[in-house]
T-cell receptor, first 113, second 113 residues
Framework: LAKTTQPISMDSYEGQEVNITCSHN???????ITWYQQFPSQGPRFIIQGYKTKVTNEVASLFIPADRKSSTLSLPRVSLSDTAVYYC??????????????FGAGTRLAVHP | DAMVIQNPRYQVTQFGKPVTLSCSQTLNHNVMYWYQQKSSQAPKLLFH???????NEADTPDNFQSRRPNTSFCFLDIRSPGLGDAAMYLC????????????FGPGTRLTVT
């Protein structure tokens, strides 16, 4: 799995857009980028996954530049309930293979009133 | 409509006294995982079951065992808990090994006295 680097922590305020960037300089051709969210005292939750360009769902957007050496998770108009740890994971998706989640340190996002 | 259920949510055990944590799922997923998450750290995979096939991570201590009597249930047995085993234990499921989308339960917080 490609090594990832994320900021340890970020602070934001309610109503702002938050962008969390993950660096993965040695990403491989078959690698996908996956983000998880973990609220305090809960299990992680899958948020979004992408390979290139932009992916959007009801929770977040994921922006991946052409070189794929980084990715940005964008949370629109955060609320206090978005306070969580956000994990970026990079790994190949092989049909029929075993894709193991290896969590890094994650980014601890604190949203303030 | 809980999908991955862990009982109990909090468990206290004594040093050296065997303890069992349980996980059940309503998703009918083939794969079930157990993770250990220590305070302020990322989740770490202990092992997984693909149907009845058990796969241990290389660095999982022998003190940790698991049982999966049927598709819905999976148990984590800690044979002789030490103080260092105090952690949140997370159960997760997926419908395939070839996916990074796992569904996590709320976790069981284990305290060792």
């Amino acid at each position: 799995l490609a090594k990832t680097t994320q900021p340890i922590s970020m602070d934001s305020y309610e109503g702002q857009e938050v962008n969390i960037t993950c660096s993965h300089n040695n990403i491989a051709t078959n690698d996908y980028i996956t983000w998880y969210q973990q609220f305090p005292s809960q299990g992680p939750r899958f948020i979004i996954q992408g390979y290139k360009t932009k992916v959007t769902n009801e929770v977040a957007s994921l922006f991946i530049p052409a070189d794929r050496k980084s990715s940005t998770l964008s949370l629109p108009r955060v609320s206090l309930s978005d306070t969580a740890v956000y994990y970026c994971l990079v790994g190949a998706l092989f049909s029929g293979g075993y894709n193991k989640l290896i969590f890094g340190a994650g980014t601890r996002l604190a949203v303030h009133p | 409509d809980a999908m991955v259920i862990q009982n109990p949510r909090y468990q206290v055990t004594q040093f050296g006294k065997p303890v069992t944590l349980s996980c059940s799922q309503t998703l009918n997923h083939n794969v079930m995982y157990w993770y250990q998450q220590k305070s302020s750290q990322a989740p770490k995979l202990l092992f997984h079951y693909y149907d009845k096939d058990f796969n241990n991570e290389a660095d999982t201590p022998d003190n940790f065992q698991s049982r999966r009597p049927n598709t819905s249930f999976c148990f984590l047995d800690i044979r002789s808990p030490g103080l260092g085993d105090a952690a949140m234990y997370l159960c997760a499921t997926s419908n395939s090994l070839a996916t990074y989308e796992q569904y996590f339960g709320p976790g069981t917080r284990l305290t060792v006295t």
